[in-house]
């Protein structure tokens, strides 16, 4: 029998795997235990500082007096902010740990009659706060799941960036897509301070918005897939009328992990400047990419200038070749997706007329937006689409469905 070589690449793989599970098992566990800790420190402060409220000024001391007395006694990392986000974790998710055995500690200690039976009562209770610890993340864990309660791949920077949110359904929507799209903490960051909620929530009436906050973004049709503006501030390009389209390109392909995220799940990369060629002559689509949820091609065209309707002509070109050239069984009708700067939406809608659900366009950014950029632009898209109506207030959609 063939013994196995140690540098069998086969072997390697499977232990590696083995391996990196592991860590990875591990470094969940420890970033769990952390979120809870935390909300327990959080809570017994809250819990201390209620007690003493009718004292002037207790809530204030507090947390300074408690820092203190932890550096004092050797636990580092615990300072003032550290406790006051701890405070502010509990304050809002009052309920993350999803299970009243979080309680357990607390009132085993509290039902001592003197204090040489509680200090005895701390010293023995190491090893059960450890147990304890581990039984609510194993409940949490057993449970379903909902935005506001613990999730294992959540850590205490996830938490600290999603306490920054002040809305609850946005914040329900960034927990609900952490998870589901394996955010790590740099990208749910990014994705809120990048406006994701307002921007994909700009234009849909409320029960939309409702189903952001209860099921994440879900896609089912071209129009949940694109938003606008498009934030690419990752690339750190200068907003610059020099910029020419083959740089912008080839900074989204030397950036194109950050622009999957951008552009959102279910994005394949495939193929830049995709030659097509009718008669002789020469046509480059920008870029392509395939839809795995929608299945179907997406082609990008980049414009570093506003929106013209020769370049919507020109989309339609690229479009309808991919229908009937590159389309295979089982793929759906190929969506277009024109970026630039700027765009004049009763233009875009003449040009096409109605019904076209295949040629979307979107601005894009250099810069992470402000709220006030979204309200600026709402306001700025509805005074554009004003005329078209008859003196009927309608809202649009969230980028131009073209």
Same mark, same amino acid.
């Given at each position: ?37 935390? !909300? ?108 506001? @309660? ?5 850590? !205490? ?136 949820? @929608?299945?179907?091609?997406? @082609? ?16 339609? @070109? ?85």
């Amino acid at each position: 029998m063939k013994k196995p070589s140690s540098n069998d690449p086969t072997v390697y793989d499977r232990v590696h795997v083995i391996l990196s599970s592991a860590q990875t098992h591990a470094a969940r566990s420890v970033n769990t235990a952390q979120v809870v800790a935390n !909300w327990l420190i959080g809570r017994e402060i809250v819990e201390d500082q209620q007690k003493g409220a009718h004292r002037a000024g207790y809530g204030e001391e507090v947390t300074p007096s408690l820092a203190a007395m932890l550096k004092k006694n050797g636990w580092k990392g615990y300072g003032e902010l550290t406790l006051r986000l701890c405070r502010q974790l509990f304050l809002t998710f009052p309920e993350l740990p999803g299970s009243e055995i979080c309680y357990a500690l607390r009132n085993k200690l509290t039902s001592k009659k003197d204090s040489k039976s509680i200090s005895h009562a701390l010293r023995s209770q190491s090893a059960g706060t450890m147990i304890l610890v581990s039984q609510i993340i194993e409940a949490a864990r057993s449970s379903e799941w909902q935005p506001g @309660l613990l999730h294992h791949s959540l850590s !205490w920077t996830h938490y600290r960036a999603l306490m920054r949110v002040s809305s609850q359904h946005a914040r329900a929507f960034y927990e609900i897509e952490a998870t589901q799209q394996n955010w790590n903490a740099r990208e749910t960051e990014r994705q809120i301070q990048s406006l994701l909620f307002e921007r994909l929530a700009k234009s849909r009436d409320k029960k939309g918005v409702m189903a952001l906050a209860t099921k994440g973004q879900v896609v089912q049709t071209p129009a949940d897939v694109f938003k606008d503006p498009v934030v690419i501030e990752f690339l750190g390009l200068p907003e610059s009328h020099r910029l020419v389209e083959t740089k912008l390109e080839e900074a989204l392909i030397s950036n194109l992990q950050e622009f999957l995220l951008e552009l959102g799940k279910g994005f394949a990369f495939m193929a830049r400047q995709e030659r097509l060629t009718l008669e002789g002559d020469h046509f480059y689509v920008d870029l392509v990419f395939y839809h795995a949820v @929608l299945k179907c091609h997406v @082609l990008i065209d980049l414009k570093v200038r506003k929106l013209t309707h020769q370049d919507i002509g020109q989309m339609q @070109l690229y479009v309808n070749y991919y229908d009937r050239e590159r389309r295979t069984e089982g793929d759906n009708p190929t969506l277009g997706l024109i970026l630039c700067t700027d765009q004049n939406e009763t233009a875009v809608k003449y040009t096409l007329g109605t019904g076209q659900q295949k040629i979307f366009a979107s601005r894009y950014q250099f810069h992470l937006p402000t709220e006030a950029d979204l309200a600026a632009e709402i306001r700025r898209e509805l005074q554009e689409f004003q005329p078209a109506t008859t003196g009927k207030s309608k809202s649009k959609k969230k980028q131009s469905d073209v």
